[in-house]
């Protein structure tokens, strides 16, 4: 389409342009409904048959056991940091590794509804390291182990999860949910926000072992309880109906394109460009350690904070947006989630060389 960028943004962030096109021609009237979605009734059987279909593949694409639940929330994986403490947590003890950001928030949230222990902080090293398993000391009480899959800000992810002694794992994956295989079954729960690579903003996916829905903490909002999410299948209230719907589209896209393994193996193809040329010059300096990088966020710096903003307007020039790091790391930042074309992240690098060359100092 005329006009349109590659979008590096953190999230919100690009959708793939099959999804857009399936979105464009269905606005008006979805499947001679002779409505537009976002006009439908939750609890009509057009909708509802959009809303299952939607779940049904989840559990195809991501292969999750039938021993899960999946719920669609609302209040993003901000949301989640709270349900998860009180519907698990609910006045014991949890284990949270804080490998970012993010992962702090999770466990300053979960302090309101019991004990936090941390079993690793990685704020001395400027999150750049994903704690191996000898660094991990876990609290013997711990009802469960709490973990960011993908640092969005800093650009670390998790290789392989740890083993958590036999603790339930629970898992943020909101920044890398779908961007390759995982084994659900080494989770308790895992939830997501959608807007980086499942679709858009609005909507939390929680997948959950049926085992661990039971009742939550007796000051739990309704809208924050698993428990009445089973009973009412995702629909306590009017759900985030549209997001639902894009979130199918964006799984019908992943499955037409060949599913997870061919995503998993496009998004390493993609993130090995730029790690490559960053590990070939001397103008750029990663921030992730080596073994910790991330495929879906690359996190970089050029000499100086006056050319880190030259680059930033000099690629947007170029139709090259959104590359400003996050304010905790300053910098720069290339999101590279699964609708990010390859061609994008070679122009990208070509772009970087010529920046690297015009203004070496
Ligand atoms: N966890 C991670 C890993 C994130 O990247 C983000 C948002 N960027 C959040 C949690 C918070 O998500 P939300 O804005 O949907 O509440």
């Known amino acids: 389409m005329k006009g349109r960028v590659f979008n590096f943004a953190a999230g919100p962030s690009m959708l793939a342009d099959e999804v857009l096109d399936e979105l464009y021609e269905e606005f008006y009237n979805y499947q001679n409904t002779g409505m537009a979605v976002m006009e439908m009734s939750h609890r009509g059987k057009d909708y509802l048959k959009i809303f299952e279909e939607a779940k049904q593949r989840l559990y195809r694409v991501m292969e999750i056991p039938q021993e899960y639940e999946v719920f669609f929330m609302h209040g993003g994986a901000t949301g989640q940091f709270a349900a998860v403490a009180l519907n698990l947590l609910k006045g014991d003890k949890a284990d949270y590794i804080l490998t970012g950001n993010f992962s702090k928030k999770a466990a300053m949230e979960a302090m ?24 991990l000391s876990f609290d013997e009480d711990s ?29 943020d994956l909101s920044s890398d949910i779908l961007s390759r295989k995982i084994d659900v079954s080494r989770f308790g729960l895992i939830y997501a926000g959608a807007q980086k690579n499942i679709g858009i903003a609005g909507i939390s996916v ?30 306590l209230n ?5 997001p639902i719907y894009v979130l199918g589209k964006v799984l ?17 193809e993609k993130a090995k460009i730029l790690y490559d040329y960053l590990d070939t010059q001397s103008f750029y300096k990663p921030h992730a350690e080596k073994d910790s990088r991330s495929l879906m966020n690359v996190t970089f710096t050029t000499p100086n904070e006056d050319l880190d903003k030259k680059f930033v307007s000099e690629a947007a020039e170029r139709g090259l947006v959104s590359l400003k790091g996050h304010r905790l790391v300053g910098g720069l930042r290339a999101s590279i989630y ?24």
């Open 206 to 235: 929680v997948i959950i072992r049926k085992d661990l829905i039971e009742t939550p903490m007796a000051i739990t909002p309704d809208i924050l309880s698993y428990e009445l999410m089973a009973k009412h299948d995702s629909m």
């Open 238 to 242: 009017t759900p985030p109906t549209y």
């Open 143 to 171: 009802k469960y182990v709490h973990l960011c899959s993908n640092n969005t800000i800093f650009g670390t992810q998790w290789k392989t999860y740890p083993d958590v002694k036999g603790k339930i794992l629970v898992g």
């Open 112 to 135: 309101k509804y019991g004990q936090v222990h941390i079993a690793y902080d990685g704020k001395d090293n400027g999150y750049r390291h994903i704690p191996k398993q000898e660094e």
């Open 338 to 361: 699964n609708a990010m074309p390859k061609e994008a992240v070679k122009k990208l690098v070509e772009f970087m060389d010529g920046f690297a060359k015009e203004n070496a100092l």
């Open 252 to 268: 019908k896209w992943i499955e037409e394109s060949g599913g997870l393994e061919a995503i998993e193996s496009r998004n390493r």
